[in-house]
């Protein structure tokens, strides 16, 4: 079945420590999206990449950057986790311009901060 | 900028109907979508609306109206497994969407 796969689903890392979180997908779908989703909190938008065009918002930190090798592969890196970095981390594709209304999210990576 | 409302829990019985609420404040509106997400799942889309009027989905409908700023999610024959969280988003020009607070939806045998 065509998915969104993030792995590892649960990370723990140190205060400071720089973690990569990863997304793949089978469904070939030219956009991807990194969200941030804290308890009880709607899901945030990071970044995104349409193909290999970079979308960074606005209010996204420094500390967080991503890299999209190629069309199934996109990459979370945080380069010095604090403990308000602690969230759910959602990769999220969709299929084409103008058809971000739709989008399939992978499980999640939850992060842990210690 | 962009901003949703909706409300922050309902409840309901199951068997029943329920609605969840959603406006919006947005520039270059293209769309309204709705998703639905588990606790500690993935949301999934549910539906979306670039036009005015009803669409139906199954047990699930969703409404908008572009003149009000306003959309609703209409869940009918309500089951224990719909309990969740339901998010309104709003898309613009570019490729993103915007979601609200969400609307955790409490379910009562």
């Known amino acids: 079945d065509a998915m969104v796969i993030q792995n590892p689903r649960y990370q723990v890392t140190q205060f400071g420590k720089p973690v990569t979180l990863s997304c793949s997908q089978t469904?070939?779908?030219?956009?991807m999206y990194w969200y941030q989703q804290k308890s009880s909190q709607a899901p945030k938008l990071l970044f995104h990449y349409y193909d290999k065009d970079f979308n960074n918002e606005a209010d996204t930190p420094d500390n967080f950057q991503s890299r999209r090798p190629n069309t199934s592969f996109c990459f979370l890196d945080i380069r010095s986790p604090g403990l308000g970095d602690a969230a759910m981390y959602l990769c999220?594709?969709?299929?084409?311009?103008?058809?971000?209304?739709?989008?399939?999210f992978g499980p999640g990576t939850r992060l842990t901060v210690t | 900028g962009q901003s949703l409302e909706q409300p922050s829990e309902v409840t309901a019985v199951e068997g029943a109907i329920v609605q969840i609420n959603c406006t919006y404040q947005?520039?270059?509106?293209?769309?309204l979508s709705w998703y639905q997400q588990h606790d500690g799942g993935a949301p999934t889309f549910l539906s979306y609306n670039a036009l005015d009027g009803l669409e139906e989905t199954g047990r699930f409908s969703s409404f908008l109206s572009r003149s009000d700023s306003y959309g609703y999610l209409l869940l009918q024959e309500l089951q224990m497994k719909d309990s969740a969280s339901y998010f309104c988003?709003?898309?613009?020009?570019?490729?993103?969407?915007?979601f609200g607070k969400g609307t955790r939806l409490h379910i009562l045998p």
């Open positions: 999220a594709t969709s299929r084409d311009v103008g058809l971000a209304y739709e989008q399939y």
């Open positions: 469904l070939n779908h030219n956009v």
């Open positions: 947005t520039s270059g509106f293209y769309g």
């Open positions: 988003a709003v898309g613009g020009r570019d490729d993103k969407i915007i």
